[in-house]
């Protein structure tokens, strides 16, 4: 049963940049890969994907910040958030990805990791 | 920017039917899928491409989209389906998740 593991610092402070990765297990990385992040109390929103050969898209609210990478050979990939605000304050879920662009949907999530920017 | 409107809340008796919408322009054009949220806990597909519904879902949850209305509807609604209920559809360059709506079981 594949399985996903979110890791990475939990606080920050504004202007740093947010790095955290997923660790893939159980499963086949040759999939699309996707960040999505929740605010506490709030809804979800897409941040970005990746296909596993390394094409990736963002969110157009967030991508000229936003970098998502792959690494096969450890089972893992990425997501970097520059210059990050208390607006990124969020629970970050990584996700498998089905399929892409518009019969894509998540699944499974990893059990989420919080996030909090604060100086 | 695409955006897709749910109600904040639905009611619904134990054993009832309980319907969540979720608006959009057009958004019968487009594929839909629901995600289930209880608190403190990651959000679990319950239902993808507009009527499909993943292994281990139970049968009271199907799924309509027409027009501008993609419908999730639980029949014989139990206490436990009582969550935080997201649609999701793509729009252009995005994946867009609608508001939420907190459904209730009373």
């Known amino acids: 049963q594949l399985q996903l593991q979110e890791s990475g610092p ?5 202007s740093e940049t947010l790095s ?5 297990s159980g499963g086949s990385m040759s999939y699309y890969w996707a960040w999505i992040r929740q605010p506490p109390g709030r809804g979800l929103e897409w941040i970005g ?6 094409s ?8 000229s910040r936003v970098t998502v990478s792959v690494d096969m050979s450890k089972s893992q990939f990425s997501l970097k958030l520059s210059s990050v605000a208390a607006a990124d304050t969020a629970v970050y879920y990584c996700a498998r990805q089905t ?7 998540f699944d499974p999530w990893g059990q989420g990791t919080l996030v909090t920017v604060s100086s | 920017s695409y955006e897709l409107t749910q109600p904040p809340s639905v009611s619904v008796s134990p054993g009832q039917t309980a319907r969540i919408t979720c608006s959009g322009d057009k958004l ?3 594929y839909v899928c629901w995600y289930q949220q209880k608190p403190g806990q990651s959000p679990v597909v319950v239902m993808y491409q507009d009527t499909k519904r993943p292994s281990g879902i139970p049968e009271r949850f199907s799924g ?9 509807t639980i029949s014989g609604t139990q206490a436990i389906d009582e969550a935080d209920y997201y649609c999701q559809a793509w ?3 995005a994946y867009v998740f609608g508001t939420g709506t907190k459904l209730t079981v009373l």
């Open chain 1, 49 to 54: 994907s990746m296909y596993y050969s390394g």
């Open chain 2, 28 to 30: 019968g054009d487009k």
């Open chain 2, 91 to 93: 729009d252009t360059s």
């Open chain 1, 99 to 105: 399929s892409g662009y518009s019969s894509g949907w």
């Open chain 2, 64 to 72: 309509s989209n027409s027009g501008n209305t993609a419908t999730l």
């Open chain 1, 20 to 24: 955290l990765t997923c660790s893939v």
């Open chain 1, 10 to 14: 939990g606080l920050l402070k504004p």
């Open chain 1, 56 to 63: 990736a898209y963002y969110n157009p609210s967030l991508k």
